[in-house]
Every structure is written in C-alpha cells, then in structure tokens.
C-alpha cells in the first residue's frame, strides 16, 4: 500500500453515507504509516499523513455540498497547518466564514464535523466568522499561535485571505508582545519540568530540549520575519546554514520517537512512559534486550535535546535583542576578548576559542567575573563552533589544558555557573574522554531519575552548596569542606565516581582505575591520588554500610572503620555520600537516610578516636543515653524506683539504638499502661521522638504473624517502614519499633494520620488468626520493571544470621518475607528496610527455632521459599 493509493481510494467514495468505507480507508492509513515507518524518511511519513488527512476532508466538504458555500472556507490551524501529523495526533481545524452562519450551514458542519468523529478522526474545530476568530486570538495567545501557521484546505480564498489581512493590521499581536508571551509560556513550561528534560519519563512533545522548543523558534520566525521555512532566517543572517540542518535532523529524530510511540500507545501519547520505553526501542531500531535497547534510545534522545536546547537558548536570544529592540545598558569591559553586556558575557572579536585551552581560559574569565549571569548568544555560537572544530581530540591530551583544568578546579568561583556551562555546553565532554561516554546515559529503573553525566553535575552543586555562607541545611558537611585544605580532591572524586558506568564491569573499580590516570596525568601528587582512587572506588561504601547493615554491631563498625582508616577519609567519603544520594532523585533523600549516615559517622569517628575499640564507643553510648533519658523521666515526674523497673527489662543494646528522648517516650507509655495481663498489647505513636520519621511501638505478649500483620497494615494505608527493631524483654514480653514514613518519604506529622495507624494495628492484632487482607495495588511504572531476587546470608555476632534481600518492592512484600520466618519457625530480631526506586534492598536478622544461626540446609529453605513467593 501506498499514499497514492490511499488518496486513489479516497475518490472512489461519492457518498457521505458509506461510513465503514471511511473507516477502512483510516485504518488503511494507519496500517501504511506503521508499514512505512524505519522504511521511508520520517518527513515523508509525517508530512504524508498531513497530505492523505487534506484529500479525504477536501473530499468530504466537497460531497456535503459545502464547497457550493461561497463564504466559507476550511483551514487547518496548529501543526497540522504546518502540514505536518503524527499518526495520532489532533486534526486541528478551523471552519471560517466571512458573516454570520446560516442555520443551514450550522447543519451541514455539525454533519460534517460528526462524519469525521465517526470515521475516527481525532478534529478539534472551531467554528467562527472572520470577527469572532480576530477577538478570539487577540485575547488569547494559544489560538493566535495557531494561526501563524494557518493553511486553507478548501472553500473561499477570499474569506481566508481577509483573515490574514485582519490578522496583520493594527490592534492585533504586535511582534514585541506576541514574542514576549511565547517566552514567558516557554519559562512556565519548562519550570513546570523543573527546567531539565532527564525525566524518567519525558515528554517528547513538552520537556525543554523537546519539539516544543524548535516550534516555539519558528512562530516567533513566522510572526516577526514572516519567514516560511529556516532557509529565510539563513539568509537573514539569524541562524548559520549548519545550525538550521542540526534543528532539522534534530527535529527528525525527535519525530521519529513520537512517531515511534503513537503507533505503540496507538493514541495521541507524548509522555515516553515506562509502558512504551521497550516497544519503541525496539520500533526504532534498538534491539530487544529490553534494559539495553532503552538505555540506548534514551541516551541518543538525552543527546538530541541538549543540542536542540542550546540552539533555542541561542535563537531566542537574538530574537529577543532584536524584536524588543533591547539596549545595552551595562558594558563592563573585561579583557581583551571578553566584556559583559547587562552581565551576558560576550565576545569582542570571532577569533577568541582559536585554541582548545582558549575554552578554558574563558571559563577562567567567568569564575574570575562574579558578575556574569549567563553567556551571550555570539559566545555560545562560538562556543559551539569551536567544539565542533576540535572534536575529535580530547583537550586532556594537550598539557596547556590540563594546568588549566586543575587550575579552574582550585578556583573558588569555578563549580558556580562557570562548572554549570561546562556542563551544559558540551566542553567536560570534549575534555575527558571518560566523560563523552555518560553523557546522555539513564538507567531503566525508578532509582535513578537522572542521566549519569546530569546525576553528576548536581552532585558537584551539592558539594559546591555545602561551603556557600547560605548553607543552614547541611551545618556538618558545610564544617567539613570549609576546612579541607585542598577542596579539589574532594572534586575530581566527584567528577569520577560514576564515570565508569556502562562499560560491562564494577563502575566502582574502573573509575578507580580512571581517576588514577587522570592525577598521574594531571600532576597530583601520590598522597592525594590515592585518596582521590579511594573514594572513587568506596563511594558506595558508607550508603551501603548505613542502610543495609547493622551499625550498632560493634564488628560491622569495627570492619567500616578499618576500611576508612582516617579521619580524613571518613570526612571526605560522608560529604561525597550524602551529595551523592542527594543528586541521584530529588524523592530519594528523607530525615532516616539522613540519621543512619550521621549514626554510622559518629560511631565511626568515636571508634578511630578509640583505636578502633568499637565496644568501648558503644558502652559510653549505653551510659550516656541513660543518664539522659533518666533525666527526662525524671523531670516528668517518674520516680527512681520505676526507672529502675524498666531499665532491668532491657539489655544494653536497647539502649545504644534508641535515643534518649524514645528510651524516655517509651518508659512514660509502657509504665503507663500497667496493670499486664496474658492478653495485654500496647500500640502507641510519636512523631517526635526520632529524627528519622514518625514511630510506632508495640509491646505485649509475642503473637503469631504479629510482624507479617503489622507490616500488612501498614503497606495498606500508604506508609513504609524504614526501620523495625524486635526485642524480647526480660519478663517475657515483647517489644517492637517501627519507624515509619509516608509512601512518599514524607513525614508522618498529622495527629489524626498517627491515630489513624496506630487503631488500625490495634485492630488488626486483636483479630485472633485472621489474615490482614491488603488491597494495595502495584503501581503503574513498577509492572514494567524487573527486579529478579536475590537472597544472601552472614553470619551475625555467632548468635543469628543476617538475611540480605534484594527484590521488587511490591505490595506486600515484608508481609510475605516475615510469613515464611513464621512457617519455618524463625525468630526475626531486627529490620532494615531500604527501598531504591522499584527496588526493596532489605535487611533482616533472625536466628532458629533454637535461638542459634540458620544451618545450611535452614538457609537453602528459606532461600528457596523466598524466590517462590517473591518472584
């Protein structure tokens, strides 16, 4: 099939009546685009369905016996007056008359616009005299956009063309004012994105970078230049013949994946939802290694929005300078390449990025020039020819550019807006090759909400932010790079941490391996670069330690603080992990995540001050945390006599893990509660006593499921458990700890919320053997993600096991992972709970039915129950 036979077909149709002639003849163009696709030019296909869609509404008018209406015309407004359709996108029309509409002629639209909707055409029409459509658009900013680009189909001439006559007289959008509301909506939109197009799940059509951007260029072209096509902006002088064949071809690819993800949805979807991702890869040509072939196509889209973002940033600056006639207020003349013209840094000559280290040096002006807000649109365009004139040789290589490289990384001003340029414009890329390979590059799950070049970025503002005077969030950390002596080790760690993902091996190691080369080359000293090798390839260490281990066992610190070995180190790997965590998902950071690593910090700290006497730390921890708690019972008006009572239930590690203020939460409520019987159960809530989230107790007599039940209640309403601590008194009950947090990682402050929880556990464990049914659905993104489980086991202080698992976080899950300790007769004694992204990385400690580590032939068991049920 082809479009000259679909617009045959279209003719051979001489009534209005035959409706499932139509609908052939529509699904018949849907079945040549999807054939067509990856076998003719995007443009083609897309300025085909444009010309198949003109034929058969001309053809329809015409049977209507609207053409014999002399007045009226047919125009096709908004992309589809460019000429231009994706498989699903709107039909946009505009159905103009000269006066008013007859009731007959409203008749005979109606029909018309019906028969189309019939048909299963997706119109969007409006109906109106010339009049009416001049208020309108001048009234509004997104009806006189789609008129810029407006096309008669059929029907008057004269009617159409006394519309655009109107349309550029007086009174209507004057060039200045119709500039300046695209601006403002194109800053609205792309805040509405948080101002970066490395989403997840980006839309094509939308996000900064996106197709969007290059039709806002070509309004404003049209508007103001009443240029047709690019090719009138080249010999304006506007845009060089090379920079409007990059908006092309970017343009095309960006086609290609909406294309792509019509014929997929098969409807008008522009989001690149987690449900399209692998399809379309594979429609476009990727392969079907699902996690691969999506991280291909995103990392060549990530690509293609960066250049198309650079040349709007570009074109609409210079629209900006010339449409609103701006002068120049400020002049600050700088050197003798460079002045700053209201604070945009700009050129004096065309020769000033002659050399590859010229590059550098400016980036050097622009540390050394506080005042600099942006850069100017000549510098970015020399900026982007010279990348393209030294592409091909790395700037690492010249020696020039390596002094200049470590000398812009000890400047104070550098990882301000001089480190966001050499980002966002290409020139880390051209300098460390390493660099040029992650760039653009995303990983296929809900962790990691960013590329792995923009991932860094952000990281290394959040170690820039952490020595700024207007820190107040991050005091520590701020305390911590203020005083290094040389900041820039700290940096170059950054800048390499990631920098070996993708490359089939730990990313860890080979960015160690890196990293190393790159000092040697650099001329850093032996001390620093082995400093430097180590963070990189232990800047997972801590985070792991921290969410995935017990840091009140004396050995896990014993072996941390053996790992870090100094001070120094300690401080340097704590300010890298919390930056890090920061910048890989803005959701991901929360109050727990933030007291697990100041926890594992400061025991690690007291540890190397006691020469690695971990014990002795966590004993003056045990002493400090009950003379504070005994204080506040006291105080409340608790007598000795009933602190005594409690402190005798509880063994010291109670009282290393909790804080003073839950040691002393816990004694007023439990104490509170007496007389105790058999079937005695306190539930009780506080979203005051940890840092880390709202906390829930239960103390009583130990029931079966009583963890599996709670953590189902739990799951049900919404709510996440971080962190579970079970304990068995010395009178024989038992004491449970959650900390808890909204699905979201907000805190739980509400009072009715917390009572709300608190009744619904009370119920549920008061329900004799009845299961907790749990109705909370899996979401949306994580049904395409595939977490397989993994079961690991190590032994825990020659008294339990620890149980290591990775699975997806599915509804549930801890629900399930603590029915099969009941049906194996395991004790749990401790929870970790870490969700990353789709992924539940958590950590148990059990022991056997005879309070002893699991045997082999134990761990097999439970290994092999875990996989059935979670997988």
Request: with cysteine.
């Amino acid at each position: 099939m082809s479009l000259h036979s679909l617009l045959s077909q279209i003719k051979l149709i001489n009534n209005t009546d035959n409706i499932s002639a139509y609908k052939t003849i529509v699904a018949n163009s849907y079945e040549w685009l999807e054939t067509e696709f990856g076998q003719s030019d995007i443009k083609s296909l897309v300025t085909g369905r444009a010309t198949f869609i003109d034929s058969l509404l001309t053809h329809i008018w015409k049977l209507m016996g609207l053409a014999e209406e002399k007045k009226l015309a047919l125009v096709a407004v908004g992309g589809y007056g460019r000429g231009q359709l994706q498989p699903h996108s709107d039909i946009d029309l505009l159905i103009l008359s000269s006066k008013s509409f007859s009731k007959g002629q409203q008749e005979s639209i109606g029909q018309f616009v019906t028969l189309l909707w019939d048909i299963g055409l997706d119109v969007g029409q409006s109906v109106r005299t010339i009049k009416e459509t001049f208020l309108q658009a001048k009234q509004d900013v997104t009806i006189a956009t789609n008129l810029v680009e407006a096309r008669i189909l059929t029907g008057s001439k004269d009617t159409f063309e006394e519309l655009n006559k109107k349309l550029q007289g007086r009174g209507y959008w004057s060039s200045k004012d119709f500039f300046i509301a695209k601006y403002d909506e194109q800053v609205i939109r792309h805040a509405k994105c948080k101002d970066t197009s490395y989403n997840l799940e980006p839309n094509v059509k939308e996000n900064p970078g996106c197709l969007r951007d290059i039709q806002s260029i070509g309004w404003v072209a049209k508007k103001h230049f009443k240029a047709l096509d690019g090719s009138e902006l080249v010999a304006a002088d506007y845009i060089t013949q090379q920079e409007f064949d990059e908006l092309i071809e970017c343009r095309d690819d960006l086609w290609k994946i909406r294309f792509a993800l019509h014929i997929v949805a098969g409807r008008s979807e522009n989001r690149l939802l987690f449900d399209y991702q692998q399809d379309v890869a594979t429609k476009l040509g990727y392969g079907e290694e699902s996690k691969a072939s999506v991280e291909k196509m995103m990392k060549a889209f990530f690509r293609t929005v960066r250049r198309v973002s650079e040349l709007n940033d570009m074109l609409l600056q210079r629209f900006r300078q010339d449409i609103l006639a701006l002068k120049v207020k400020d002049v600050i003349d700088i050197d003798q390449n460079f002045e700053l013209l209201d604070g945009l840094i700009a050129p004096k000559h065309l020769e000033v990025f002659s050399r590859p280290e010229d590059t550098l040096r400016f980036l050097k002006v622009i540390a050394d020039t506080p005042q600099t807000i942006g850069l100017h649109s000549n510098s970015l365009r020399l900026l982007r020819q010279a990348r393209r004139k030294f592409q091909g040789q790395y700037f690492a290589e010249n020696e020039s550019c390596r002094t200049l490289f470590i000398e812009l990384i000890q400047h104070p001003n550098f990882f301000d807006l001089a480190w966001n340029i050499m980002h966002k414009h290409g020139i880390l890329q051209a300098y460390i090759p390493q660099w040029d390979h992650i760039v653009g590059m995303m990983q296929f799950d809900l962790f990691h909400a960013y590329t792995v070049d923009e991932h860094t970025h952000r990281l290394v503002k959040n170690i820039h932010h952490y020595s700024v005077p207007e820190n107040k969030e991050f005091p520590r950390c701020g305390a911590i790079v203020k005083n290094l002596d040389k900041p820039e080790l700290l940096y170059i760690a950054a800048i390499f941490h990631d920098i070996g993902k993708g490359r089939n091996g730990d990313h860890s190691k080979l960015g160690a391996v890196d990293v190393k080369e790159f000092c040697i080359t650099h001329g850093i000293n032996e001390k620093d670069t082995e400093l430097i090798r180590w963070l990189v390839e232990s800047h997972l260490l801590m985070s792991v330690i921290a969410q995935r281990r017990d840091i009140y066992d004396p050995e896990v610190i014993n072996e941390f603080a053996q790992a870090v070995r100094t001070h120094d180190n300690l401080n340097h790997l704590y300010v890298l992990t919390l930056a890090d965590i920061r910048a890989t998902n803005d959701n991901l950071w929360n109050d727990w995540k933030a007291s697990l690593l100041r926890e594992l910090y400061l025991l690690t700290q007291k540890a190397l001050e006691n020469g690695l006497e971990c014990k002795v730390a966590l004993q003056d921890r045990v002493q400090e945390h009950q003379q504070k708690a005994r204080q506040m019972l006291q105080d409340g008006g608790m007598n000795e006599t009933q602190i005594t009572q409690f402190w005798k239930r509880l063994n010291d590690d109670y009282f290393a893990r909790f804080k003073p203020e839950q040691i002393a939460w816990h004694a007023s409520v439990i104490l509170a509660s007496h007389p105790m019987t058999d079937d005695f159960l306190l539930v009780g809530t506080s979203a005051s006593t940890s840092k880390a989230g709202a906390e829930l107790i239960v103390y009583g007599k130990d029931k079966p499921k009583m963890f599996a039940q709670i953590a189902s209640v739990l799951d049900s309403r919404n709510c996440t458990i971080h962190d579970a601590q079970i304990m068995h008194t010395h009178d024989g009950y038992i004491f449970d700890s959650f900390i808890i947090l909204e699905q979201n990682a907000d805190r739980i402050t509400s009072p009715s919320r917390l009572k709300s929880l608190q009744e619904a556990v009370e119920t549920q464990l008061n329900k004799p053997g009845e299961e907790h049914n749990n109705k909370r659905k899996m979401s949306r993104q994580m049904k395409q993600l595939d977490v397989a489980t993994k079961v690991r086991f190590y032994p825990y202080q020659n008294k339990g096991t620890i149980v290591e698992l990775e699975a997806l976080d599915a509804p549930g899950l801890l629900a399930k992972v603590s029915e099969q300790f009941v049906e194996l007769n395991f004790k749990l004694h401790m929870a970790k709970i870490s969700t990353i992204g789709e992924r539940a990385e958590d950590l148990f400690i059990i022991s056997n039915a005879d309070d002893e580590p699991l045997n082999q032939n134990e761990q097999v068991e439970l290994r092999n129950r875990l996989n059935k049920h979670l997988d």
